[in-house]
Structures are given as C-alpha cells and as structure tokens.
C-alpha cells in the first residue's frame, strides 16, 4: 500500500512550489490528479529506489466562518491523519505568525512524524535566520529553498527513513483493490466473498492501518483482496468524504493489478465515480465496474441492463472498453461472475503478443489506412514491439514519430483492442524515430 506524505503549512510558505520540483525530478512520475472540493494535487515520487504518495494540501487558514477556508481546513485534518509523515512547510522570509503557531499545536496532538521545513533559504543570512523555528519545538530542522531545490536531498532522505518498509507479498497473486464512494456496498461485498467460509482467509502482516489485505482461495480462484471500506472510525477529524475516499482510493490503486469499480444503481454514475474510476486509468489499472443494488431497480423493462451500461460507458469515454457486471451485494446474485470478470481483465493486462505476430497485424493495419502524410512526405510505421510493463505497452518506431496525430492513435488503438482483446486494461502506444 502507497506510503502518503502531507505537505501542511499556512498559505505561500511555498507548498505548491516545492510539490511541482518534487514531481519534477523525475519523468516517470504519474500525472497530477485533481481532487474535489478544492483542487488536490497527488502525485507519487521516487528517491533512492523508493516512492511515496505526496500530496499539496491546501494553505491552513484559521478558524474563520468562510465556508471555503473551512473546506481548506477539513482537508488538511483528512490529509494528517492519514499521512505516515507530514512535511510542515514555513517561510523564513515572515518569521513565525500566528497561522504557523495553530498548525505547529495541531501537529503537536497528532503525534505524527512531522518534519519541520523552513523555505525561501536561499543564502547565508537566511540560514541565521532559520534558527528562529527551532521554538516550534522540534528536533530537527530542514532549510531549504523549493525554487533552486537546495536541500531537497537531505530532506528527502529523512522522509525515505521514516517511512514504513514496504509491503512484501508472499505469493505472486492477482491483487483486486475494491474502489468507489462511500456507501457504493464495498463492505458488503467484501463480507460477502470472506464471510462465507472464514478458513478461506488468510490476514497479511504489514498493511496500513485503514486497508486489509485477505487472500481468497475458493472455487479454484485465488487473488489478493485490497478492502478500502470503511473500516475505522474517525474521532478527531472533521471529513470530507470525497477528499477522504480520493485518498483511500489512491493508496488502493497504486497496490492493485485491477481496480474493482462499485457504483449504485440507484444513483448512477457520479461526479466522485469519474474521479476515481480515471485515477485508476492513469495509474494503467485493470478495471472491472460493478453495479450494485441493480435488484432495487424499478421498471426493468423500460431501464433494462443494456441501457444503464451504454449510459455508464458514455460517461467513462474516452476509455470505455471496460467491463460492466450488474450485481446484487445483499441477494448475493453474480458475485462470482464479477469475480471471473476481475480475473480475465488481470490475464488481459498481462497478455504478451510475439513480436512478429505483432509485426504481421501492424502492417495489415496500415496497409488498410496508411497515417496521414505529413508536408507532402509519407509517414512510414517500419517496426513494433512490446515493452516490459505491468500493463500492455507497444513502441512503433517510424520516421516521423512526432506527426503521429491524436486520430489515427486512436484507431490504432481500437484496432489492437478488436485484434487482442485489451477490455478492461488501459493501453499505451509509444512513436520512437527509427
């Protein structure tokens, strides 16, 4: 499960500045995710063959009666509670205020590894300066300049040494994390599949603190079953639901081959299911969308299964090549059809096409629709090939790789679809110059 580290602090001591030059160090980085609410930003970040989920909370504002501010507030609690380590951001060029007083106490009672990190240190006086901090109570301190990236590396190798080993499975099995809103029926799914027979369950040492790990082996299936349900209760945080399912849902995401979907019949697809159905596209998840609740569906006749999935694809396009299972949790109906579905979109993630079966189908494609030429010059696809991804990746190397346009990577892609059957799984087409 994704190790979360919070960036906490009042508005402009630079928090945003030093999240984008975190993310900025390396090019494999995932794209920023936008939350809800207030935009989020989440991305993850690798140092010293590590990585860690980072998120820019939003600027601390105090106990003030502005519904925004009090959004603001909410999130950056949801964000301290689950982070393993909380990267407290001042600005040497104010000194201490009042603001940076109230999140130095907060942090305090969370009993949370905080590291104090003092920005805009940028020359020697301000180093003298930094000294100032050393009244918040802290043990260490960290200056740093988040425009130049002056002592980045020292604090990124704190935060590498306070987070939790990561999490090492037994067994190479599938894993199938269960994502969606809150009261989508994850619980009650999870129940279902685990309860029925409890020596089927096998608890994994060394999770999070708020998902479980269980291994499932019954009727000749096997898999690894991520539960990010609600499964604690929150005393001291004031939450956002949305905000706070985003961030269960990243930790799910990254640890899981395929992201089991669950949507409400009864509401249908909303704004919170797209979020969090593309943080796992954008992650190159597997994805299977589950429909529960479909037994209290009204007038079947006239709202039938077909209709309700076409309206689900709409809304999920441009990636709508994805699975659709309409289940009932509580009457126990098609769980293990979803359960087979999962599995099949795991071995479609993990299909390998031979490199001249491969090169055969390239050329047969465009021979039937050659790539539109480019200032009058043919646009010639010489070669393909599979690369070594948790997910399916193809390089095409041609002449003009950069005029590849955006329409015929889409018919490439629906071709590799029909020809390969990729439903479920994202794919990725690479243009490299020959």
Same mark, same amino acid.
């Given at each position: 499960?994704?190790?979360?580290?919070?960036?906490?602090?009042?508005?402009?001591?630079?928090?945003?500045?030093?999240?984008?030059?975190?993310?900025?160090?390396?090019?494999?980085?995932?794209?920023?995710?936008?939350?809800?609410?207030?935009?989020?930003?989440?991305?993850?970040?690798?140092?010293?063959?590590?990585?860690?989920?980072?998120?820019?909370?939003?600027?601390?504002?105090?106990?003030?009666?502005?519904?925004?501010?009090?959004?603001i507030r909410s999130q950056v609690h949801?964000?301290?509670?689950?982070?393993?380590?909380?990267?407290?951001?001042?600005?040497?060029?104010?000194?201490?205020?009042?603001?940076?007083?109230?999140?130095?106490?907060?942090?305090?009672?969370?009993?949370?590894?905080?590291?104090?990190?003092?920005?805009?240190?940028?020359?020697?006086?301000?180093?003298?300066?930094? +000294?100032?901090?050393?009244?918040?109570?802290?043990?260490?301190?960290f200056p740093v300049s988040s425009s130049?990236?002056?002592?980045?590396?020292?604090?990124?190798?704190?935060?590498i040494r306070l987070l939790p080993d990561?999490?090492?499975?037994?067994?190479?099995?599938?894993?199938?994390?269960?994502?969606?809103?809150?009261?989508?029926?994850?619980?009650?799914?999870?129940?279902?599949?685990?309860?029925?027979?409890?020596?089927?369950?096998?608890?994994?040492?060394?999770?999070?603190?708020?998902?479980? +790990?269980?291994?499932?082996?019954?009727?000749?299936?096997?898999?690894?079953?991520?539960?990010?349900?609600?499964?604690?209760?929150?005393?001291?945080?004031?939450?956002?639901?949305?905000?706070?399912?985003?961030?269960?849902?990243?930790?799910?995401?990254?640890?899981?081959?395929?992201?089991?979907?669950?949507?409400?019949?009864?509401?249908?697809?909303?704004?919170?299911?797209?979020?969090?159905?593309?943080?796992?596209?954008?992650?190159?998840?597997?994805?299977?969308?589950?429909?529960?609740?479909?037994?209290?569906?009204?007038?079947?006749?006239?709202?039938?299964?077909?209709?309700?999935?076409?309206?689900?694809?709409?809304?999920?396009?441009?990636?709508?090549?994805?699975?659709?299972?309409?289940?009932?949790?509580?009457?126990?109906?098609?769980?293990?059809?979803?359960?087979?579905?999962?599995?099949?979109?795991?071995?479609?993630?993990?299909?390998?096409?031979?490199?001249?079966?491969?090169?055969?189908?390239?050329?047969?494609?465009?021979?039937?629709?050659?790539?539109?030429?480019?200032?009058?010059?043919?646009?010639?696809?010489?070669?393909?090939?599979?690369?070594?991804?948790?997910?399916?990746?193809?390089? @095409?190397?041609?002449?003009?790789?950069?005029?590849?346009?955006?329409?015929?990577?889409?018919?490439?892609?629906?071709?590799?679809?029909?020809?390969?059957?990729?439903?479920?799984?994202?794919?990725? @087409?690479?243009?490299?110059?020959?």
């Amino acid at each position: 499960m994704s190790n979360l580290v919070a960036i906490v602090g009042r508005p402009n001591v630079g928090k945003s500045t030093f999240f984008n030059r975190m993310l900025g160090m390396r090019k494999s980085i995932i794209d920023d995710v936008s939350g809800v609410t207030r935009d989020r930003q989440y991305g993850t970040v690798e140092w010293n063959g590590r990585s860690f989920t980072l998120i820019d909370t939003g600027g601390f504002i105090g106990d003030s009666g502005d519904a925004f501010a009090a959004a603001i507030r909410s999130q950056v609690h949801i964000a301290i509670d689950e982070a393993e380590v909380i990267i407290f951001m001042v600005d040497v060029a104010t000194g201490i205020t009042d603001l940076d007083d109230q999140v130095s106490e907060m942090l305090h009672r969370s009993g949370k590894k905080v590291l104090l990190v003092v920005n805009k240190v940028d020359n020697s006086a301000r180093h003298l300066d930094a +000294h100032e901090f050393w009244t918040l109570g802290y043990e260490e301190m960290f200056p740093v300049s988040s425009s130049s990236g002056s002592g980045t590396g020292d604090l990124l190798d704190e935060v590498i040494r306070l987070l939790p080993d990561a999490e090492v499975f037994e067994e190479d099995l599938p894993k199938f994390a269960i994502i969606g809103r809150p009261n989508a029926g994850k619980s009650s799914l999870v129940n279902a599949l685990l309860d029925e027979n409890r020596s089927i369950v096998t608890d994994v040492a060394g999770t999070t603190r708020d998902a479980v +790990h269980a291994k499932y082996s019954k009727f000749g299936k096997e898999f690894m079953l991520i539960d990010t349900a609600g499964l604690r209760k929150k005393k001291n945080v004031r939450e956002d639901l949305e905000f706070y399912s985003v961030l269960r849902a990243l930790r799910a995401i990254e640890s899981a081959d395929v992201c089991i979907l669950m949507l409400d019949a009864t509401t249908g697809v909303e704004g919170q299911d797209l979020n969090i159905f593309r943080l796992a596209v954008k992650n190159n998840k597997g994805v299977v969308v589950l429909v529960n609740k479909w037994d209290l569906v009204e007038n079947k006749e006239t709202n039938t299964a077909k209709d309700f999935e076409e309206k689900i694809k709409a809304r999920l396009a441009p990636f709508s090549d994805v699975p659709v299972v309409f289940i009932s949790v509580l009457e126990k109906q098609r769980l293990f059809r979803a359960i087979e579905v999962a599995m099949e979109v795991h071995n479609h993630r993990s299909t390998r096409i031979s490199t001249s079966r491969l090169n055969n189908f390239v050329q047969d494609v465009i021979a039937q629709n050659p790539p539109p030429t480019y200032r009058g010059n043919f646009i010639s696809i010489k070669y393909a090939t599979q690369i070594h991804t948790p997910y399916p990746a193809f390089v @095409l190397f041609c002449n003009h790789p950069k005029q590849i346009k955006e329409p015929y990577k889409n018919y490439l892609e629906n071709r590799f679809r029909e020809e390969f059957n990729f439903t479920g799984t994202p794919i990725a @087409l690479f243009f490299r110059q020959k």
